[in-house]
């Protein structure tokens, strides 16, 4: 099973969504692989490892071995690399290279795959989106952010042809700052999608942006915070839908 987090809005909780849903599911006992598709390397570096010289990039132009980039763990990351940005670029160039990260991850075995994208509709956000089986968008409760959603969906349609929108959630919620405003537009954008908003919402919560920091997952570092019990039940309404 293969779970693309994926928005062209930069800063709306990709890569923490892509961390903690890859967590929580290695906390069920799931064997589980995340891949960093962003070359900020955000992704990589929560999980405390320097951007390696080689990864992604390399591993999606080789379309072979995917293990030899891999770093195991619980879960496992393919990481970003230091020339993923050139390899965006060049895959841009090539007509066909969206095929080739689905190519490459249906070569592994993973109970799931979970991919962070970077804040664009490049090429390897073409890729992850082609490669999923599902994909889930968070969403800063703002007016734009609904109206980014129709443009990425229509995007998305275009390059995959059927529909794997699992749903949108929001994130980075704050009850107290322009409260109803935010209810409202997420009523719309409910009513937009049909019903596709997750029920879960994820507060802001300080121990996420630590725990990232400090390269660890939020179920050792402060299992009791609402970051870990939100992105707990926003996984556990994912599994329920997949
Ligand atoms: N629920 C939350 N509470 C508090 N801080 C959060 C929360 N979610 C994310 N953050 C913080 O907000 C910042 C942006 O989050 P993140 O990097 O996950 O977004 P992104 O969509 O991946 O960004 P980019 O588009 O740059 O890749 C980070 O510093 C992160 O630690
Ligand atoms: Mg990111």
Redesign the pocket.
């Known amino acids: 099973m293969i779970l693309t987090v994926v ?1 062209f ?11 903690c849903i890859s967590d929580y599911l290695a906390l069920q006992g799931a064997n589980v692989l995340s891949v960093d598709l ?1 070359s ?1 390397g ?2 990589t570096q929560s999980f405390g490892i320097d951007i390696p010289s080689k990864g992604a990039g390399e591993a999606i132009g080789s379309e072979g071995n995917a293990d030899k980039y891999i770093i195991t763990g619980q879960p496992s990351l393919l990481p970003s690399g230091i020339k993923l940005r050139e390899y965006e670029a060049m895959f841009a160039t090539q007509p066909m290279s969206f095929k080739k990260l689905k190519k490459l991850l249906s070569q592994l075995s993973y109970d799931y795959i979970v991919v ?1 994208c ?2 664009n509709l490049g090429s390897l956000t073409t890729m992850a989106l082609y490669a999923c089986d599902r994909f889930v968008v ?1 969403l800063e409760p703002e007016h734009f952010a609904v109206n980014g959603l129709a443009k990425l969906l229509d995007y998305a349609k275009e390059v995959i042809e059927e529909d794997r929108f699992l749903g949108a959630f929001a ?3 704050n009850e107290k700052e322009r409260g109803v405003l935010r209810k409202q537009l997420f009523e719309l954008a409910g009513d937009r999608l049909s019903g596709q908003v997750f029920k879960t919402v ?5 121990a ?2 630590e725990s ?2 400090l390269g660890e997952s939020i179920y050792t570092y402060s299992p009791d915070s609402n ?1 870990a019990k ?1 992105y707990a039940s926003l996984t556990n309404e994912i599994l329920n839908q997949i």
């Open positions: 928005n809005k930069g800063g709306c909780a990709k890569t923490t969504s892509a961390r962003d900020s955000n992704l962070d970077p804040p968070p994130t980075r919620y994820i507060r802001r919560n300080i996420l942006a990232q920091s970051g939100d």
